[in-house]
């Protein structure tokens, strides 16, 4: 269930055109990682750090929905 989920939000931040951010982030979606973490993925998205946290917010929210239709 879980890695249907996954594979849904991978499925739509393709056709977004937000690949790369999603492949950049995944690791955050957990919550579990460190504040400077957020500052490498914004440089390396060329994005600033603020907005890779609203991105990854946003993607947390779109998950727990995706999850629960899962459900």
Not at 15 to 36: I, P, Q, T
Not at 43 to 66: I, N, P, S
């Amino acid at each position: 269930m879980l890695q249907k989920t996954i594979i849904e939000l991978v499925r739509e931040c393709g056709s977004n055109g937000k690949a790369a951010l999603f492949h950049e982030v995944r690791n955050l979606l957990s919550g579990e990682r460190e504040r400077e973490v957020y500052g490498d993925s914004a440089r390396r998205l060329a994005m600033g750090e603020g907005a890779v946290r609203v991105a990854v917010h946003r993607l947390r929210e779109r998950y727990g929905e995706l999850l629960r239709q899962e459900i």
